[in-house]
């Protein structure tokens, strides 16, 4: 299995989770619950390059996922006062559980109609979500919900996601680098060939759109709690898009690449909302530049600039 992983990579990494323990200690709480929104995004869409970047699909839902989590952990603590150790897993076992069973049929199909598909099965969420109002609560959200004492505050709960998210990203690495994930590059290199040397792709592909779901449905039952509701927007194909920006600006190449992307794209928003009424204005001005200019993302112009400066040393 190749799990060896570079000591610059994984200086970085102990620098970044050490930088973000010492967040609380600014006492600053924009920039607390700043980082603990772009911890689940970054985990969201790392969650997605598994579909990607390592088995070569590309997803128009996996809001879907998001959302499933979201509600599920949501009615669990709220609705029916389970206790977080056993709303919490089941929650991400029945995102799980619903990527299996679209898994199914979207894997029988590739490139745009898989695509297509997988579009199809989230606005089937999102209607669900809109309609069944006694249960989800429509499109007024699923609001007030119930979250435990012990994380019941903005430091604690920064503590605990990034507990989970650092948890989550250590075990997807260890997938992608795995066995598996080598099985996935050959099959997103070449599905035709990848079969007649005896791989079984729609399977591969299949448990790849599971894992994907799964831990989408780990970012949306966070991000349930840190908001205190769920609403239907989590299910729609804007949402979906967006994580998708985000695996794309940061490079779905690269392992870490989409969190890069997700805090850069992140960030962005938030600067942009401040100052500009026209956030849809910058996002299609950055998806020009990402098509146009950077097709590996930020992580590629990263190499490319160092390959130049070694270059010119």
């Known amino acids: 299995m190749s799990w060896n992983i570079s000591r610059g990579v994984l200086a970085t990494c102990i620098i970044v989770v050490l930088l973000l323990i010492c967040v609380p200690l600014t006492e600053s709480r924009y920039l607390i619950d700043l980082s603990t929104e772009i911890l689940v995004y970054a985990l969201f869409a790392l969650s997605l390059n598994v579909i990607i970047g390592f088995s070569g699909n590309v997803s128009f839902g996996h809001a879907a996922y998001f959302a499933i989590g979201g509600y599920a952990n949501a009615i669990l603590l709220t609705t029916y006062g389970w206790p977080l150790i056993f709303a919490f897993p089941a929650a991400v076992v029945l995102s799980g559980v619903a990527a299996a069973f679209v898994a199914y049929f979207c894997t029988r199909l590739t490139d745009i109609y898989f695509a297509m598909l997988t579009l199809a099965f989230s606005m089937l969420v999102w209607a669900i979500a809109f309609k069944w109002r006694s249960v989800t ?8 919900v119930t979250v435990p004492a012990f994380i019941d505050t903005r430091v604690p709960f920064f503590y605990f996601t990034l507990i989970v998210v650092t948890t989550s990203c250590i075990i997807l690495w260890l997938i992608c680098h795995s066995a598996f994930g080598q099985s996935l590059i050959a099959v997103r290199e070449n599905l035709t060939r990848a079969g007649f040397i005896g791989v079984n792709t729609r399977l591969m592909r299949g448990i790849a759109f599971v894992i994907a779901g799964t831990f989408a449905g780990v970012a949306g039952a966070i991000f349930a709690m840190y908001n205190r509701g769920v609403y239907t927007e989590s299910a729609f ?29 992140y960030l962005l928003e938030r600067f942009s909302n401040e100052y500009t009424e026209y956030w849809p204005t910058v996002l299609g001005v950055i998806l020009l530049i990402i098509v146009l200019v950077l097709p590996e993302g930020l992580v590629g112009l990263a190499k490319r600039l160092k390959a130049r400066l070694m270059g010119g040393n």
Do not use: K, R
Not at 137 to 144: C, N
Not at 243 to 257: K, P, R
């Open 137 to 144: 609560g429509g499109d007024d959200g699923f609001v007030g």
């Open 237 to 265: 194909w804007a949402e979906s898009a967006q994580v998708l920006i985000m695996t794309l600006l940061g490079g779905m190449y690269s392992f870490f690449g989409p969190a890069i992307g997700a805090a850069a794209l």
